[in-house]
């Protein structure tokens, strides 16, 4: 076997052992010891390389993140003007929902794991936030906001359902949220939102 010298690429291999086993078995059957036998490398490598399995969980997860950031980019770097721009989030939720269900149960490991260890959210507010910029090219930041929910939102539900919903519905929706008629929408209490009343808000 190829010491790390000669094995340059053995942490990268590492990295997608980890995810690959987290996909496979989940966060809590997965060790240093399955995740050194499925990478090839000595069980040594995996101090050597990580200062334990939460750096090496943040470390992997990161790498996925980056992954799914690069998908959403892949679909909304080339949109010209906001119809192109629905058009391209529709098929990226039905990418994200009928491709992978690697990066699927991955998601909502990263959530589960997130939610139960509170510093584990920088990587999914960074994650958020990643994901917003993309959108934020196209869609005014409430908007872009709103719109990234729901790709989560409906992605899982395509995913999971047992008759999953078509592209017309997912555009429908799309549509609702960012169709403003040109006008960026207020919330209640801004500059132009509207009073219960009828009258303009302060």
């Given at each position: 076997?190829?010491?790390?010298?000669?094995?340059?690429?053995?942490?990268?291999?590492?990295?997608?052992?980890?995810?690959?086993?987290?996909?496979?078995?989940?966060?809590?059957?997965?060790?240093?010891?399955?995740?050194?036998?499925?990478?090839?490398?000595?069980?040594?490598?995996m101090t050597y390389h990580f200062g334990g399995m939460d750096d090496l969980l943040r470390e992997a997860f990161g790498r996925f993140t980056d992954h799914i950031v690069a998908v959403f980019d892949a679909h909304l770097s080339a949109p010209a003007d906001p119809d192109q721009a629905r058009e391209a989030?529709?098929?990226?939720?039905?990418?994200?929902?009928?491709?992978?269900?690697?990066?699927?149960?991955?998601?909502?490991?990263?959530?589960?794991?997130?939610?139960?260890?509170?510093?584990?959210?920088?990587?999914?507010?960074?994650?958020?936030?990643?994901?917003?910029?993309?959108?934020?090219?196209?869609?005014?930041?409430?908007?872009?906001?709103?719109?990234?929910?729901?790709?989560?939102?409906?992605?899982?539900?395509?995913?999971?359902?047992?008759?999953?919903?078509?592209?017309?519905?997912?555009?429908?929706?799309?549509?609702?949220?960012?169709?403003?008629?040109?006008?960026?929408?207020?919330?209640?209490?801004?500059?132009?939102?509207?009073?219960?009343?009828?009258?303009?808000?302060?």
């Open positions: 076997m190829a010491t790390g010298h000669t094995d340059p690429q053995r942490r990268d291999r590492i990295l997608a052992a980890t995810l690959d086993l987290i996909a496979e078995e989940g966060i809590a059957r997965v060790s240093h010891r399955k995740i050194a036998a499925r990478a090839g490398v000595p069980l040594g490598s989030v529709a098929d990226l939720i039905h990418r994200l929902s009928e491709e992978s269900q690697r990066d699927l149960v991955l998601t909502q490991e990263l959530y589960t794991l997130a939610a139960r260890q509170p510093s584990y959210r920088e990587l999914t507010h960074e994650w958020m936030r990643r994901s917003r910029v993309h959108l934020e090219r196209h869609f005014d930041p409430d908007t872009a906001r709103q719109l990234d929910a729901l790709i989560e939102g409906l992605t899982l539900h395509r995913a999971l359902a047992t008759e999953p919903h078509d592209r017309a519905l997912t555009l429908e929706a799309i549509t609702r949220i960012t169709d403003t008629g040109g006008r960026a929408p207020s919330r209640p209490g801004r500059p132009g939102a509207e009073r219960t009343d009828g009258r303009p808000g302060p």
